[in-house]
């Protein structure tokens, strides 16, 4: 099998994340909470092309996963996707063409098929996503406590899986 799926982390932790899914025919940004310029640059270093971006699909709301946003929109016409809670946590995002997902919900971007569901965060409609082509699969996750009955679904049998778990409400409200 010829993988047709590549993950690009251009930036992962509490000063912004940002990655690239690359598929068939395009790629998809997941969250942009990193400057325009520094996403570019990154991209650049790992010889990611953002001109094939095709949409962009937010994770949750919190700054370091969003704050990027409005000046990459200012050069990027492709689709906007994230959850009602998501942008109607910021007023900037609700300013944005955002195509409104539920957790549940699948669609189609740059030859992939998307399925997102739901994650465990401090913020309302967070979500992860599992990237699928015929022959190949991907799954992204996200600041999240647990994985759900959604989650484990959605990532079982996947070649490339992303997690990223330091939301731990114990220690959130009784550490540093």
């Known amino acids: 099998m010829t993988p047709q799926l590549h993950l690009h982390v251009l930036a992962s932790g509490s000063k912004g994340n940002a990655a690239v899914v690359e598929g068939p025919e395009g790629s998809v940004l997941v969250d942009c909470g990193i400057s325009r310029r520094a996403l570019m640059q990154r991209a650049a270093e790992l010889g990611v092309d953002m001109g094939r971006v095709a949409a962009v699909l937010l994770t949750h709301d919190h700054s370091d996963h969003v704050k990027g946003l409005s000046v ?56 992860g996503f599992r990237f699928e082509t015929a022959d190949d699969a991907l799954g992204y996750c996200t600041d999240t406590g ?22 731990d409400e114990r220690m959130l409200a009784n550490g540093p």
Do not use: W
């Not at 994985?147 to 049998?157: I, K, N």
């Open 146 to 167: 647990h994985l759900g009955p959604e989650a484990m679904g959605a990532l079982t049998g996947v070649r490339i899986l992303a997690l990223e778990s330091n939301h």
């Open 72 to 127: 990459f929109c200012t050069h990027f016409d492709g689709g906007l996707f994230a959850t009602a809670g998501t942008v109607g946590a910021r007023k900037y995002l609700t300013e944005l063409p955002f195509t409104l997902v539920e957790h549940s919900d699948a669609f189609e971007v740059a030859g992939m098929r998307v399925q997102a569901f739901p994650t465990f965060h401090d913020v309302p409609d967070s979500m």
